[in-house]
Structure formats: structure tokens, C-alpha cells
């Protein structure tokens, strides 16, 4: 079992940036693949992104791809998500989660564990 939370969330202006941190404690971290899935009021929990257990690789959702960089530090048992040019479109509350399986990791329910999220406000 792990337990995952997040920091890093707050109002920003649009174009700023910001860097969300997930922790995680109770298990092996590195056996995971983690992701990162936002939510805003009234709409279903969107994929960000998911990055592999060594690290070695991520994949992203379209409409972030370019903007988000998923990384992972195994040794601190943390995740990261930088987000760079941020829209007001990209306000939501940020969930990181870990999960078994990479190339199903887009999917909410490839995903064990939850964190309790974030808030990201970005104002125009």
C-alpha cells in the first residue's frame, strides 16, 4: 500500500509557471508507474500524464504535451509535475496517482492510489 501526497498547487497568472510535487510513503515508490489526472468542477478526471517506474520515459495528454513535464526521483520517493505556460483552462485540482501499468496509465482506473489533490487556480 502506498499513501501519496501532493503540494505545490496555488493562483497563478496566466503564462506563469508552476511545480507540483507528489510524495509517497508506505510501499516500494519505484515499483509504480505514476500519473497525474486533474479535475475542474462539473467534469470528468482528465490524464496529464504518466511516467514509467526507472523514469526512463512519459507519455502526456495531447493537450498538455510540450507544457508538462512529468519526472520522478525514486530516491525521495517523489513525483513531479512542471507545468510551464499555464492557461486559465488548466485550473483544476491535480491528483497524483500509482498504479501497475504504463501503457494502460492514461486510464483513471489503472490506478490504485490516490492522493487527496491540489488546487491549481490560474487567473487571466
Known amino acids: 500500500q502506498v499513501q501519496l501526497v501532493e503540494a505545490g498547487g496555488g493562483l497563478v497568472q496566466t503564462g506563469d509557471s508552476l511545480r507540483l510535487s507528489c510524495a509517497a510513503s508506505?510501499?516500494?515508490?519505484?515499483?509504480?508507474?505514476m500519473g497525474w489526472f486533474r479535475q475542474a468542477p462539473g467534469k470528468e478526471r482528465e490524464f496529464m500524464g504518466a511516467?514509467?517506474?526507472?523514469?526512463?520515459?512519459?507519455r502526456y495528454a495531447d493537450s498538455v504535451k510540450g507544457r508538462f513535464t512529468i519526472s520522478r526521483d525514486n530516491a525521495k520517493n517523489t513525483v513531479y509535475l512542471q507545468m510551464n505556460s499555464l492557461k486559465p483552462e488548466d485550473t483544476a485540482t491535480y491528483y497524483c496517482?500509482?498504479?501497475?501499468?504504463?501503457?494502460?496509465?492514461?486510464?483513471?482506473?489503472?490506478?490504485?492510489?490516490w492522493g487527496q489533490g491540489t488546487q491549481v487556480t490560474v487567473s487571466s
Open positions: 511516467i514509467m517506474r526507472s523514469g526512463g520515459s512519459a
Open positions: 508506505g510501499s516500494t515508490f519505484s515499483s509504480y508507474v
Open positions: 496517482a500509482a498504479g501497475s501499468s504504463y501503457n494502460s496509465g492514461y486510464r483513471a482506473s489503472a490506478y490504485t492510489y
